[in-house]
């Protein structure tokens, strides 16, 4: 038999789940792969070597074989742990956020670099930095972009023309902040505020050092995380109806053939 091509990588864990007895499928996002899953075998073994590497928000080196339908994961060793992260619920929750949304929203081995740096950056400061508040916003925000989502903040999303220094509106279906002019009742709309306008500015062009300085009201807060967990579900849902799509035209030729010759039991 031809031994199995090896190759070593880069990855943050999103998250793992159990297969037999003894093994985990889990799920990498490698830096150069984007997201795949692998089969890491005997973890559940208090003696496995591996188990401690593949801990989710574990940044780590890995190295994989490839299997014939999932690849193995035979060496794991940590780069990172983010261990005060781990330690602070409200961290911890804000990390598996980000991972979950990663997981969700990427598709599988595609060409992944700017959205690994972006997760583990972000994991970096849920780990390190003394304000977080924002963190998980900011990733949002990022992270939408990266996938081809980046909100109109500038110019409004309907008309084009630039959003004057005023209360405007927020509208996920468009894409982002619409001037007073386009509120439309047809849209879905929420307000927004001068200063989450502002702030959304900041967050996507800014690196995160800038925005940890902003002080952010509660009100403001809640705000920001409206709109931008609008948009994340409604770039979710979006993304799932075309994956049903695309499951959907890979088998109407079979459905299309089964339904011409209909077997006679
Ligand atoms: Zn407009």
Known sequence: MPRPRVYKTEAIVLRQRKLGEADKIVTLYTSHQGKLDAVAKGVRRTKSRLAGHLEPLTLGAYLLAEGRELDIVTQADTVEAFPALRDDLERLSRGLYCAELVERLTPERSEANPVFRLLAETLGYLNSAPEYELVARRFELRLLGELGYRPS?????????????????????????????????????????????????????????????????????????????????????????????????????????????????
């Open 153 to 265: 903040l500038v110019e409004c999303a309907v008309c084009g023309k630039r959003l004057e220094p005023e209360a405007n509106f927020w509208s996920s279906d468009a894409g982002g902040a619409l001037c007073p002019g386009c509120a439309d009742d047809s849209l879905r709309l929420a307000p927004l505020s001068l200063n989450a306008l502002k702030l959304l500015r900041l967050m996507q062009r800014a690196p995160f050092e800038d925005v940890a300085r902003v002080r952010v009201s509660g009100a403001l807060a809640a705000e920001l995380e409206s709109c931008l967990g609008d948009y994340v579900r409604y770039v979710l849902e979006r993304e799932v109806r075309s994956a049903r799509f695309v499951e959907t035209l890979r088998q109407t030729p079979g459905r299309l053939k089964d339904g011409a010759t209909p077997q006679t039991p």
